[in-house]
């Protein structure tokens, strides 16, 4: 197709597979290292009516499984409910996030959700207690099994299945999760609080001016941090045939500091801005420090830069400022995630120097941020994406565990699983695993520890 986002490395594999005994092309994989690094992603089954990239597709989970140094790769779609109405048509029925389009009702059974956009759950893929989920944009999200089976829509203990956004965040010291929700129908964001058994707890509403997306938010020790964009939801425009989401600089940025104790929420007001991401938010000395990748406006346009930046937050003063921390174009910033919502020191992102010839992400950057220094693992090349931490077994240090990432090498139309050692990223990988097929340019994944080896 002539969409960029549906060729190259972003064309969809539609073949689900599975396969043991990878080979080990450099390095080794840690004898001590047992989980299962797992990646979901837009991954179209049949071709799409509009598609907006990251926004629309059919989640494809894709699960490389390491065991007394050995790995095993396979992959699966998630079977939601609206992956079940196109296959049952044999052709792509919804329209995009950006465009619905009206479906025809005959095609849907009775009970089914007749509504145009479609969930696909296709935007990261988390573990809770013991429940795998593969979450969407703040919808239904469908619980999994270790060996990628759909289970169904996951309820949290309630009589329905409960809507949560695609990053979510464990509190450090209860074990508690927190999500967020929004939607385009009302200017209302929820956040929603689980127990570590994976049980809905409670949840609170904060007002809008307008219905907005809010991708990600922050967690720290004591506070929720809800930092809003004017990316807002336009039916009007989109009645007129304009995308859905609209950029409204003129409504402001809105920061809501929410205490975790029940006491009402402080909001900050200041020029706009956008964030996809966060890496990590913490408190220090009566602030809060949020690390995030910055964007001057939400657009669908190429070329906008995002780079990563620190905003300060003065909750007493209820104003903010943010600083560079590193000039390049990336996105995707991770931490050591046992250490979210508490002090950090190192985010890992890729980052894009040019030199691709697919134009992607070439290096992973180990950005300090307590002394500014920059380290890089360069790639050549081969394109990644995002890189998951994955911590050692017995570490104790921040930076003590690897990086993981799957690897493409366009020349060879072939992807490879990388390990990198978190605390030397520039050494030589620890680990480069070949895999049995063509891995899409993804979004969100994890490592998942404990995960033994499918029999």
């Given amino acids: 197709m002539d969409n960029p986002f549906l060729s190259g490395n972003y064309k ?46 059919d989640g494809m989970i894709h699960a490389v499984y390491l065991d007394g140094g050995k790995a095993r790769y396979r992959n699966r779609f998630v079977d939601t409910a609206s992956l079940a109405v196109e296959r049952r048509a044999g052709r792509a029925v919804y329209g995009s996030f950006t465009h619905p389009e009206p479906i025809d009702p005959a095609l849907f059974l009775d009970g089914e959700n007749t509504a145009p956009i479609k969930n696909g759950a296709f935007v990261n893929i988390i573990r809770h207690g013991e429940h795998l989920l593969a979450l969407n944009e703040a919808t239904i999200c469908y619980e999994m099994n270790e060996a990628l089976d759909t289970l169904g829509p996951w309820t949290a203990g309630t009589a329905q299945p409960v809507r949560l956004g695609a990053h979510n965040k464990r509190h450090p010291r209860t074990g508690d ?38 991708h990600d938010f922050v967690l720290t020790e004591r506070h929720l941090v809800l930092i809003a964009g004017p990316a807002v939801f336009d039916v009007e425009a989109m009645q007129a045939g304009r995308s859905m989401l609209q950029w409204r600089p003129d409504l402001g940025m809105r920061i809501a500091i929410v205490p975790l104790d029940g006491a009402a929420p402080t909001w900050i007001e200041g020029d706009p801005f956008f964030v996809y991401h966060f890496a990590n938010g913490f408190e220090r000395s009566g602030q809060i420090v949020v690390d995030y990748v910055h964007y001057e406006k939400f657009s669908f346009e190429a070329g906008q830069r995002s780079t990563l930046r620190r905003m300060t937050i003065d909750p007493v003063q209820r104003r903010f400022d943010t600083a560079s921390l590193l000039d390049e174009d990336t996105e995707f910033p991770r ?6 919502a508490l002090a950090t020191r190192y985010v890992y992102l890729p980052v894009a120097s040019g030199n691709n010839a697919t134009g992607g992400f070439d290096a992973l950057a180990r950005v300090d941020t307590e002394t500014g220094a920059v380290t890089k693992h360069d790639f050549g090349r081969l394109a990644i994406g995002e890189a998951a931490f994955v911590p050692r077994p017995g570490g104790t240090r921040e930076d003590d565990g690897y990086l993981a990432t799957f690897a493409y090498d366009a020349e060879r139309d072939a992807s490879s699983f990388v390990l990198l050692d978190a605390g030397r990223i520039d050494d030589e990988p620890v680990a480069v695993v070949e895999l049995p097929q063509r891995v899409p340019y993804g979004l969100h994944g994890n490592w998942i520890a404990g995960t033994r080896a499918l029999p």
């Fill in 335 to 340: 931490i050591n995630h046992l250490h979210e």
């Fill in 177 to 214: 999760l927190h999500a967020i929700q929004y939607t385009w129908r009302e200017p209302i964001v929820k956040f929603h609080r689980f127990s570590p058994a994976g049980l809905l707890m409670d949840t609170l509403s904060l007002d809008l001016p307008m219905p907005t997306m809010v």
């Fill in 12 to 57: 969809p594999v539609l073949r689900e597979t599975d396969a043991r005994d990878l080979k080990v092309a450099a390095g080794h994989i840690p004898e001590d290292l047992r989980g299962v690094y797992m990646r979901n992603g837009p991954n179209p089954m049949f071709r799409p009516i509009h598609y907006a990239y990251p926004l629309d597709g």
